[in-house]
């Protein structure tokens, strides 16, 4: 870990305007991840801005019906919030689905929606990583891939986003607040929040320098019956293989979102519309461009199965 | 004291506290946080500099230069050492591979470097700016693509043969042909090896993390080129060792090279991400088993071969050593071949051979009784055996297997099991049974004591024996005060410091009854000293803070009165494990459910029954037992150690990619162990529990996995991408 | 161990406390030079110092510290509370769960200076030999622990989660993530999942746990 500077910032404003003005200045709010990756220096910031301070750690309504969690919502409060558990269950789920209860008190919905891929190769600094080190070369490429990505992937990078709230929010369709360094204010789509690799794949976001989250944006309740199915090795404190976040109407239709299959959360709002008919289309849909090794060439039967088994689930908690 | 004939009546027998399931007499430190750990004595040594360690970013090939100019220049460094400054340094007899390597490199993580700095901080920043140049050569990393350069190995027995195996199965109405795959495995120990060391003038002082205390001192020595004497090593607590720990290792050498580069006292732990290539691990195996058997279940010819890698140097994993003992058969072979990996070192973990020889042989077993259409409980019985199947004229010690398998059987409900395979359905679930024997040889070494009789009536013991969460701490004490006739919070031990008598360490499952066994041999002394100094004739007997003899009754405490009384002594054995083989016998049952859809496995229910010889604390031996069965979890269904075959290194190297059982795992466990004594172990009348308990486990789990799911599976782990293609259709679920 | 000790500045070299100076007693809530200087300064490899103040079991511990320094090596290598372990430094096997501000944390992923002001609670904090806290008590019981490296945080978590289901927060185990959730066992063995002991004690944790939570096991 490098040495770095400390402030506790005032205003999201000020912090914005700091984390913008000031060289190699990095939010910090649970720690969780980043501290994480400072340690092997993964993430070299010189200058902290500890967020934790400021007043963005509540959930409100908003006047449409919807829900403002704010930035620094911790994921366990998140996950208990009754409005939360009440209309949008599938965030519940996911929430504690992921990490453990300690990970969960400490991680905040901003710091968990911009957490970055567990790739064994980009946490091992002596190996190629084009994320970690743009220009380097893809060490997973060629090698151990059974965590990796399937779809949104590039030839620069494989890596698979690991949330699992980031999937559920992205079934109910949340948007992100943020303020810029220039002190304005601005939402985004959460589907809009993360950039697929390409041949930049360290660059992770859309957010500017210096961008601060402040909030997510639930829309009112979709209604329907809430699944989110997470499949893994062991029966807790592991990342997703692959699941299956679903949001299913009594007629059938409804979203579906995948994680542990692409570099951020996989929705098709087009191929979704299939899922009363024909809910093996939806995952063609999502998966038609999929790109797998024997490693993880399971994972298009396993998105498959899971469908099913979320549907099924839905069926019959009805 | 000399073991050359059985075990008769002796004080232990008495069973007054010795068998009880006393709670440990550690447990308040260790719940309170008090026990203190190698990296953790800030009471002896107030201000220890930090060491951390680098580790070779390649696997295999040299380095060609390495700069050290900014990490000499970062804040607070006091000394960098490498192998360039580390002056000569000698190998242990215990290690494959260098623990500094440099310029050559043996094996990805090997440690190249310790920067030694003012604060962990500043040691972990500066270790990242040494820059190194590294001239890569190509490795050889894939066993399988090794198997066949593979060779019969130099050491121990790698092939055993009787009757006409060939023949035999040729002529066999069923056989079975098939071949396993185990993987590379981590202790993962939760602790990370650490060591404090200090030099007082040239004695070196450490406190290290190790569970073999006079290997270690033997090991730092010679690396070092210091003569014994002049090692202090102390390691009175571990945080789990299953075999990680049995060696010394890069922390306790780079600690002392560290402190003398500096002048002071280092601590050196090895980050957890570094840990599962710089250290052992349990290497993987190829496993081919042939088995023929009559119509009516009666096997006629048993071949298992085993093929496993490791360093030019390294062993094998004696994957086949059950195969030897557990079946009868008429006709039989075995062959371990080993292959020259690139690897790090592959060494001992837990029931090393039985742990994954098991693993294999166990499948084998409920695939043959599948064949025949036999109960796997009922083929296991047919086959059973008093006798060393190579030797008919060396019986077993004792040998229960079969009532292993009957009241685990009837505890378990296995009669209310439908044989058919994939036959039960509990909702979403495949519901499954699965059985497996647990065989574990018996080992006992060579273990000394000393015992001190205080004015005031405690009893002290000292021995280097190490308690690695085994509860070496409480059998000893209650071995101290069953011998003496003192009451358990009378006694007090002392272990883990190389100033006291050498024992057996912990490992192979020996340290239990060997240790006491040690103790035994120096109370055994210690009462003589009392009796004569008391002044009593005939023969005495020791109970509550008494000595009885001739008919006076004394207290014991008057012993000593005119001063401490010691004894010490070691207990050595005789050639009764030659004449009698000694293993420790076991059944495990395991329930599991296999996602109908997803094909994730969990365990649901599980038992082991164990016929160890006398348990000498039922508490603490249960622990032991549901420990090893909850890794045994973990060998079945996700613990793999990925290779990585272009690079040559373990790609999964932290706790979140190797994934050991967490408590969602595992169920609530249940162990029996059958009442029994074995005289020919030692006068404890006890054997090893610690590893039995592992063996077999990973076998059951896969048995009851097919069970569930009609799917067998013989490549470990059996994680579900293996199930997915032969799952029922999931619409179904 | 005294307060002094742990601010003892013969432990810092003096450029660190050197910079440790340029703070001019500033409060802690803002460490090191502004960053404009940072930017400017000498040496970016130099450690920043910060001065804060933690709430250990009771007890206030003023400490001067590198900023990189987590609040698990501030408890273990400053304050020489070293009953709350380091297994992995990466939030992977939850050795060192401490409660901080009534929640249990893995104090590896937590930075010190994070913490300035905080009430922290560490295994020392809830009982000791001859005292033990009844967790600590059950856990000597039901031998729910063999090698005892992940004890502490087995503890401290405990404690703290039965606390988290008294207030009703949910877990994975839950059937209905609305309703409010009851300590069954497998709720409990979920709940436990962020501590890993390898020794395999899970059975007897569990065990011990739920004895003290009323919870047949």
């Known amino acids: 870990m490098k040495p770095f500077t400390y402030e506790r910032a005032t205003s999201t404003a000020q912090a914005a305007a700091r984390a913008a003005s000031v060289p190699g200045a990095k939010f910090v709010a649970g720690g969780t991840n980043l501290l994480d990756l400072m340690k092997i220096e993964i993430e070299t910031p010189a200058h902290l801005i500890d967020v934790n301070g400021l007043d963005l750690a509540k959930i409100e309504p908003t006047p449409d019906g919807g829900l403002r969690v704010g930035a620094l919502v911790r994921n366990t409060d998140l996950a208990a919030d009754a409005r939360v558990r009440r209309d949008y269950p599938v965030l519940a789920r996911a929430l504690l689905a992921g990490a453990s209860p300690q990970l969960r008190n400490r991680a905040t919905t901003a710091g968990n929606l911009l957490q970055r891929t567990r790739c064994p190769y980009f946490y091992d600094p002596d190996q190629p990583c084009n994320k970690r080190e743009p220009g380097s070369g893809c060490a997973a490429l060629a090698g151990y891939r059974r965590m990796h990505a399937i779809v949104g992937t590039s030839d620069a990078c494989i890596a698979a986003h690991p949330s699992d709230m980031a999937v559920a929010m992205r079934v109910l369709d949340a948007q992100v607040e943020t303020i810029r360094a220039d002190g304005t204010t601005r939402s985004l789509p959460l589907a809009d929040l993360h950039r697929l690799p390409g041949s930049t794949p360290h660059l992770e976001t859309t957010l500017d320098a210096g961008e601060l989250v402040t909030a997510v944006v639930l829309p009112p309740p979709p209604g329907g019956v809430h699944v989110y199915r997470k499949v893994r090795d062991r029966a807790s404190y592991a990342f997703a293989l692959v699941s299956v976040a679903l949001v299913r109407q009594a007629d059938g239709s409804g979203r579906v979102a995948l994680g542990g299959v692409a570099p951020k959360p996989w929705r098709s709002e087009e191929a979704e519309r299939a899922l009363a008919s024909d809910p093996q289309a939806v995952v063609d849909g999502l998966l038609k461009d999929a790109r797998t090794s024997p490693d993880n060439a399971f994972k298009l039967t396993l998105a498959r199965r899971t469908l099913d088994a979320a549907i099924a689930d839905a069926r019959s908690s009805r | ?733 | 161990m005294n307060e002094s000790d742990a601010i003892d500045p013969s432990r810092r070299d003096a450029l660190v406390f050197g910079r440790d100076l340029l703070l001019g007693g500033a409060a802690a809530r803002w460490a090191g030079p502004s960053p404009a200087q940072a930017a400017t300064a000498n040496d970016p490899q130099a450690p920043v110092t910060v001065k804060l103040t933690l709430r250990v079991n009771g007890t206030a511990k003023s400490l001067a510290l590198d900023t990189r320094t987590t609040l698990l090596d501030a408890l273990r290598e400053h304050l020489h509370l070293t009953g709350t372990k380091k297994g992995c430094d990466h939030g992977q096997c939850g050795a060192c769960t401490v409660i901080a501000g009534g929640r249990r944390i893995n104090a590896c992923l937590s930075l010190a200076v994070m913490h300035d002001g905080d009430e922290i609670t560490t295994i020392e904090g809830l009982g000791a030999p001859g005292h033990l806290h009844p967790m600590q008590a059950a856990f000597v019981r039901h031998d729910a622990y063999q090698c005892g490296y992940c004890t502490p945080g087995q503890i401290c978590s405990s404690v703290a989660m039965l606390e988290e289901l008294r207030r009703g927060i949910p877990s994975h185990a839950g059937a209905d993530v609305a309703a409010a959730p009851t300590a069954t066992p497998d709720e409990l063995r979920e709940r436990m999942s962020g501590n890993i002991c390898r020794c395999g004690a899970y059975s007897n944790i569990i065990d011990a746990i739920g004895e003290v939570a009323g919870v047949r096991t």
């Open chain 2, 1 to 733: 004291m000399k073991f050359d004939t059985p075990a008769t009546k002796n004080p232990i027998d008495r069973l007054a506290v010795v068998g009880q399931p006393v709670d440990r007499i550690d447990g308040p430190l260790k719940t309170t946080g008090t026990a203190r750990y190698a990296y953790e004595h800030h009471d002896a040594v107030a201000h220890p500099a930090y060491g951390y360690v680098v580790g070779a970013g390649i696997a295999k090939g040299t380095i060609r230069s390495m700069d050290l100019a900014d990490a000499k220049a970062s804040p607070g460094v006091l000394a960098i050492v490498t192998a360039d400054n580390a002056g000569p340094l000698g190998k242990g007899d215990k290690n494959t591979a260098l623990l500094l390597g440099g310029p050559k490199i043996e094996h990805y993580h090997q440690a190249i470097a310790l920067v030694v700095a003012e604060s962990f901080e500043q040691a972990r920043s500066a270790a990242r700016r040494i820059h190194v140049d590294y001239a890569r050569e190509p490795g050889a990393f894939d066993l399988a693509r090794a198997r066949d350069s593979a060779v019969k190995p130099g050491t121990g027995k790698p092939d055993s043969a009787v009757g006409d195996f060939d023949g035999a199965f040729a002529a066999a109405a069923v056989k079975l042909d098939a071949t396993y795959t185990t993987p590379d495995q981590s202790h993962a120990m939760m602790e990370p090896h650490a060591s404090t060391a200090l030099w007082d003038g040239d004695k070196l002082v450490i406190w290290t993390s190790n569970q073999m205390v006079a290997w270690g001192v033997a090991d730092v020595a010679k690396t070092l080129g210091i003569p014994k004497e002049k090692v202090h090593l102390m390691s009175p607590f571990i945080g789990g060792g299953f075999g990680g720990k049995l060696f010394v290792r890069a922390d306790a050498i780079l600690a002392a090279l560290g402190a003398r580069a500096a002048k002071r006292p280092v601590k050196v732990a090895l980050p957890r991400p570094l840990m599962f290539n710089n250290t052992t691990h349990r290497p993987a195996t190829i496993q081919r088993i042939r088995l023929g058997a009559t119509r009516e279940g009666k096997l006629t010819a048993i071949a298992h071969e085993s093929w496993s890698g490791d360093l030019p140097g390294g062993k094998p994993e004696t994957a086949v050593d059950q195969t030897r003992l557990l079946y009868a058969g008429a006709n039989r072979m075995t062959a371990l071949r080993l292959a020259e990996l690139d690897l790090a070192e592959a060494n001992a973990m837990r029931a090393p051979g039985e742990a994954p020889g098991l693993m294999a042989l166990e499948i084998a077993i409920d695939e043959m009784a599948q064949k025949l259409g036999i109960d796997p409980i009922q083929f296991r019985i047919a086959n059973d055996t008093q006798v060393d199947p190579e030797h008919p004229e060396r019986p077993f010690s004792k040998r229960r297997l079969i009532d292993c398998l009957n009241v685990g059987a009837e505890k378990f409900g296995w009669k209310a099991r439908n044989p058919r395979p994939a036959s039960t359905r509990d909702g979403r679930w495949l519901a499954g049974l699965g059985v497996a024997a647990a065989f574990r040889n018996n080992l006992v070494t060579k273990s000394g004591a000393r015992v001190r009789l205080g004015k005031d009536g405690i009893v002290t013991v000292e021995t280097d024996m190490t308690d690695i969460g085994t509860g070496s701490y409480t059998i000893i004490a209650q071995t101290a005060a069953e011998m003496m006739g003192v009451p358990l919070h009378r006694v007090v031990v002392r272990l883990g410091d190389s100033d006291y008598p050498v024992s057996s360490g912990s490992g192979g499952q020996w340290g239990g009854n060997s240790s006491t066994a040690g103790v035994y041999a120096a109370c055994t002394k210690l009462r003589e000293a009392v009796v004569a100094k008391l002044g009593l004739a005939g023969e005495a007997e020791f109970v509550d803070g008494r000595v009885r003899a001739g008919g006076r009754d004394v207290a014991l405490a008057d012993a000593a009165k005119g001063g401490e009384l010691v004894a010490e002594d070691a207990m050595e054995y005789g050639d009764l494990a030659e004449r009698y083989q000694q293993s420790t016998f076991g059944a495990h049952f395991v329930e599991v459910r296999v996602d109908a859809a997803t094909g994730e496995t969990r365990v649901k229910r599980m038992l082991a029954v164990c016929a160890a010889g006398r348990i000498l604390n039922p508490k603490t031996a249960r622990s032991q037992v549901i420990g090893a069965m909850t890794m045994g979890v973990g060998a079945a269904l996700s613990e793999h150690l990925v290779v990585d075959r272009n690079a040559g290194f373990f790609v999964n190297h932290d706790l979140a990619g190797y994934e050991v059982p967490v408590h969602a795992d595992i169920p609530h466990l249940d162990v029996v162990f059958l009442d029994e004594t074995d005289p020919m172990s030692s006068p404890m009348k006890a054997k090893g529990i610690a590893e039995l308990g592992i063996c077999g486990v990973a076998a059951a789990v896969a048995n009851a996995i097919h069970h569930a799911t009609g799917i067998r599976v013989r490549d470990y782990p059996i994680t579900l991408d293996k199930l997915l293609d032969r799952l029922p259709p999931s619409t179904d679920a």
